[in-house]
């Protein structure tokens, strides 16, 4: 292969890749756009449109969402927290013990891969309403704690490790538990970074579920916050949702630009490939 | 079982705390819902407020319980629950489905005397039509809306008509359009004449054209629609010929949410839609604006619209009582009068536009009068039983029918032989 | 003394599995049995409640146009959707793994749909597709001098405008799947296929494409469960319509129980859909498993 054309293949296949990245980065320009330019600029594309904050300020007096963001933080944070719990104790079980219906326990596991809460939301709501926890924060985490994908995520990591290092600990005179904690989650670390980085955009995302079980300030996460904040009689203001919108991203949106790289680091060595 | 039983005696017990505490002050839990912008809900707290501190014996929680959807789903599922709210804003359409769950009293019972049967008399008729049923009143109108007409003066002008002058009828209104419609050589068009949105909900402006074709789209007792009725046909007829036919309109499905903007935008000169839209209006329009009726054709007409106070089953009498008589405050002209300046929403007593703050409002702004002259010729939101789903099998016909997928008839038709599947158990 | 071992195994197994399997149950298991016995009955309402009622949901639902529209919606979106996100994940993982000017600033773009919520997005691409004065009307309009499109009222395009962000959505959430897969093969590989003079095209084909095969696979599952679950943004550009041209069967199942509140007829819906994704999840693994080995 020539020099010329080598280089010719390369100046092609980035002006595509930049071509393509333009188009993949615009919803996110034209969000910015309106959100620091008055309601005028909306579809008024002009260099010299004047620049204000006034956007974020209405945004953030006509909806809670200080509250908003407050109860996506606390079912996010309650979410991973379970799912590593409950994920890590059940990959444990199928990857290092052997005991009568663990082919059929594991295979009603991946079941939840392809039934998934989202599907069930009929039966689930009239489960929390039994339980007496419509519209409150559980309500909205407990159908996923428990994590198909999850489990099955961690139990391939937990089958690459050596026995040796279980056997050694063991020797030593950890527990069962003990070996889990010493041995088996530290070397999972970033099965469980890419996990973690994929359930929070997942349930920071999220948004049918929420929609039906909440009905208040108190519980609503951000996503069903924005959808009744743009859904008001008096038409569209794309200058203040997105401004709401990037209020509400915003620290997503920093954290993966400042660990992208660790974060893709980390699904390559969690082995999701 | 065990566990509905025990949840069950756990109530109770909870109810007889709550009674025996209530013996000195009334506790009411009060949902509202907003659907135009934030100020709202303020103003309904300030009110509140305002009246548990004249009448210290009543304490009102009143919970903002976000859109008209929320709204009546949170009550649905808390009264199921056993914990409903005594009183509840809720759209006025949805009465026949709180009936049908059995969830909602009618006023009637506590409004006894004379006075108060006088009281129930003052409100325009056109919102009392989706309140009552069966000769009992189950809603009292607060946040109530009606589709008015708004024309760009600017744009009026350039086509060379009077800018102070609005279509008065059907005719009118094309003959109009075709002369505010800017079309280039290529035939794109850069300002269309008129738009009636037809997203999400297009029954609601299409209401409009049914009623000033004088055909009423569903009996009152809910049971019964007449969505195949010929009037019904040729208003639907008329909508898609203003796209099709006259070309005044923008083809296809239009955005009730982008509509204002479009209206902002030159890209429309007149535009239909919510009274609740008068204040954003106000604000943005780059240009003069109109505020007129809906335009005639048989009569005038057009279709209200928002929510209503609703008394739930389950409270005690003293708490009925108390939430009738915050009702009734609440709707008074001087408290009606600042919720209607705050929001947009048409005051539901003409007396409150014989306050004085209500005139000193419309001399500055008139075209909040429009909204109550237009009441006159207002009938009641369509509505009946299973509500959602009849309507949205109207829907559905509708937009197939602007779409050109079916014609208006057999769209109609359609739909008309699916509501009755569903209606006939009501019957 | 074996024996004592394997025994405590079995406790210990299942003693770990307990508190996940009871949160499996409550809520994925017996929800999903609960569901099939709920077909068959109908829908309490204040004044009545649930009787026993057969195959008569089946029945409606056979004879229900809406949803034969929306089941064929949505095998429609899922082959729009699927190898097109797929196609694109891979290549734009590709591009970001070489070494390309700006590299940077082109995976951070990729990146975008993962952390914008589809809900927020969604009124962005309302604005996209707005008649007039949109931004894809007028970039056509001042362009090629196009007259105004409709594309989200018109029954013919609303759905392609649905799948287009989907699409948007997925490429770039599945691409850090491909990079990251990308990134785990030696470079040696591909250095000893360049010394025998493979082409570009070549090692694709034969080396790169081969070993992504295991990511394929739990993309290619992701994506057809997505295309089933993901409905976030037709609530904003369309809300199913016009005439339920956009609608798709979750959506459809979310609209009959939670704004007709009728719950049967949903759970009937539902059990549609679980039939549907079990099928499609037997196809998979048997189109798959000749030429994966996935541990």
């Known amino acids: 292969m020539t020099r010329a054309s080598d280089l010719f293949d390369r100046g092609l296949n980035t002006a595509a890749a930049w071509v393509l990245a333009l188009l993949w980065i615009l919803p996110l320009a034209y969000a910015i756009w309106t959100a620091i330019h008055p309601a005028a600029y909306e579809a008024r594309f002009v260099l010299t449109a004047p620049l204000t904050l006034e956007n974020f300020a209405k945004a953030w007096e006509a909806a809670p969402f200080a509250r908003y963001f407050l109860n996506t933080f606390i079912l996010v944070t309650f979410i991973l927290a379970c799912q590593f719990f409950l994920c890590t104790l059940a990959a444990y079980a199928f990857a290092r013990f052997e005991f009568p219906g663990r082919g059929f326990l594991f295979a009603l596991v991946l079941l939840q891969l392809l039934v998934m809460p989202d599907i069930l939301i009929v039966e689930n709501y009239k489960t929390m309403r039994l339980l007496d926890l419509v519209d409150t924060i559980p309500a909205i985490a407990l159908p996923y704690v428990a994590s198909g994908f999850g489990i099955f995520l961690l139990r391939q990591t937990f089958m690459t490790i050596p026995r040796e290092l279980d056997e050694a600990a063991r020797i030593e005179g950890a527990s069962f538990l003990g070996v889990l904690w010493r041995v088996y989650i530290p070397l999972a670390k970033p099965t469980y970074l890419a996990y973690g980085l994929v359930s929070v955009s997942h349930h920071w995302n999220n948004f049918l579920w929420p929609l039906i079980v909440t009905n208040s300030v108190e519980t609503r996460p951000v996503t069903v916050g924005l959808s009744i904040f743009s859904a008001i009689d008096s038409g569209v203001e794309w200058s203040v949702i997105n401004a709401a919108t990037l209020m509400t991203s915003g620290p997503l949106l920093i954290a993966f630009l400042l660990f992208q790289r660790q974060f893709v680091q980390s699904f390559m060595r969690a082995g999701i490939k | 079982m065990l566990k509905s039983t025990l949840l069950k005696a756990v109530a109770a017990t909870a109810l007889s705390f709550s009674t025996w505490a209530s013996a000195h ?326 007396a409150t536009w014989d306050t004085e703050t209500m005139k000193a409002y419309t001399a500055d702004f008139a075209p909040a009068l429009v909204a109550r002259d237009q009441l006159e010729f207002a009938v009641a939101e369509l509505s009946t039983y299973q509500n959602q789903r009849v309507t949205g099998v109207f829907n559905d016909a509708l937009a197939a029918a602007i779409t050109g997928q079916k014609t208006p008839e057999e769209a109609l038709k359609e739909a008309q032989a699916q509501a009755d599947a569903v209606l006939e158990e009501y019957r | 003394m074996r024996s004592l071992k394997i025994k405590r195994d079995w406790v210990h197994g299942w003693l770990l599995l307990l508190p996940a399997m009871v949160f499996l149950f409550a809520f994925t298991h017996i929800p999903a049995i609960m569901t099939f016995i709920n077909s068959f009955y109908s829908t309490p309402r204040g004044r009545r409640s649930a009787k026993f009622i057969g195959l008569d949901n089946y029945e409606r639902m056979m004879s229900d146009p809406v949803f034969w529209k929306v089941l064929w919606n949505n095998l429609w979106f899922a082959i729009g959707t699927i190898p097109v996100s797929i196609a694109l994940a891979i290549v734009m993982a590709l591009w970001v793994n070489e070494r390309l000017a700006g590299r940077g600033f082109v995976r951070m773009a990729y990146f975008t749909p993962t952390v914008l919520p589809l809900i927020a997005v969604a009124n962005i691409w309302l604005f996209f597709y707005t008649p007039g004065f949109g931004l894809f009307d007028q970039i056509t309009g001042s362009l090629f001098g196009w007259s105004a499109s409709n594309y989200l009222g018109d029954p013919a395009t609303a759905l392609n405008a649905i799948i287009i962000v989907t699409v948007w959505k997925e490429a770039g959430f599945f691409m850090i799947f491909y990079l990251a897969a990308l990134q785990a093969i030696p470079v040696s590989l591909k250095e000893a296929a360049q010394i025998e003079g493979a082409g570009r095209w070549t090692i694709f084909w034969r080396i790169t494409f081969p070993l992504l095969m295991p990511t394929t696979l739990f993309v290619c599952i992701n994506a057809v469960i997505n295309s089933f679950r993901l409905v976030d943004h037709i609530f904003i550009l369309t809300d199913g319509g016009p005439d339920n041209a956009s609608a798709l069967l979750l959506f459809y199942i979310f609209e009959v129980a939670f704004r007709f509140w009728e719950t049967a007829y949903g759970a009937t819906l539902t059990v549609a859909l679980l039939a549907l994704l079990s099928l499609l999840a037997i196809g998979q693994f048997f189109l798959f498993d000749r030429k994966v080995h996935y541990k």
Do not use: C
């Not at chain 2, 009569?299 to 939430?323: H, I």
């Open chain 2, 25 to 350: 002050a009334v506790d009411l839990q009060f949902y509202f819902p907003v659907a135009v912008g934030g100020k709202a809900a303020d103003t309904i707290q300030e009110l509140t407020a305002d009246y548990v501190a004249a009448n210290p014996e009543v304490n009102i929680d009143a919970v903002y319980a976000g859109s008209y959807q929320d709204t009546v789903a949170k009550a649905i599922t808390a009264s199921r629950g056993g914990n409903p709210p005594q009183l509840s804003v809720i759209l006025s359409v949805d009465m026949y489905t709180l009936i049908d769950e059995d969830l909602i009293i009618p006023f009637d019972d506590y409004l006894t005397s004379d006075e108060d049967k006088a009281w129930v008399e003052g409100f325009y008729p056109a919102f009392m039509e989706n309140s009552q049923t069966g000769g009992k009143t189950y809603g009292i109108p607060f946040q109530r809306s009606t589709p008015v007409l708004y024309w760009n003066k600017e744009a009026f002008k350039e086509a060379g008509l009077d800018p102070d002058v609005a279509p008065a009828n059907w005719d009118e209104m094309v003959e109009f359009g075709k002369m505010l419609t800017k079309k280039d050589a290529d035939g794109k068009v850069s300002q269309w004449g008129v738009r009636i949105p037809s997203s999400g909900f297009p029954y609601w402006l299409f209401q409009g054209l049914t009623t000033q074709n004088d055909v009423i789209l569903a009996n009152s007792e809910g049971n019964k629609t007449n969505f195949d009725d010929p009037k019904v046909v040729e208003a639907l007829q008329f909508l898609v010929d203003l796209s099709q036919k006259h070309e005044v309109m923008a083809p296809g499905i239009i955005e009730w949410g982008a509509t204002p903007k479009a209206f902002f935008e030159g890209q429309t000169a007149m535009m239909w839609t919510s009274t609740g839209n008068l204040t954003n209006v106000r604000n943005n329009a780059p240009f003069e604006f109109g505020v007129a009726m809906l335009p005639a054709n048989k009569r005038r007409g057009a279709p209200t619209g928002g929510g209503n106070f609703y008394l739930f089953k389950g409270a005690s009498e003293e708490q009925t009582q108390a939430a009738v008589d915050f009702v009734q405050w609440i709707t008074a002209p001087e408290q009606a009068a600042k919720w209607s300046i705050a929001t947009g929403y048409v005051a539901p007593r003409p």
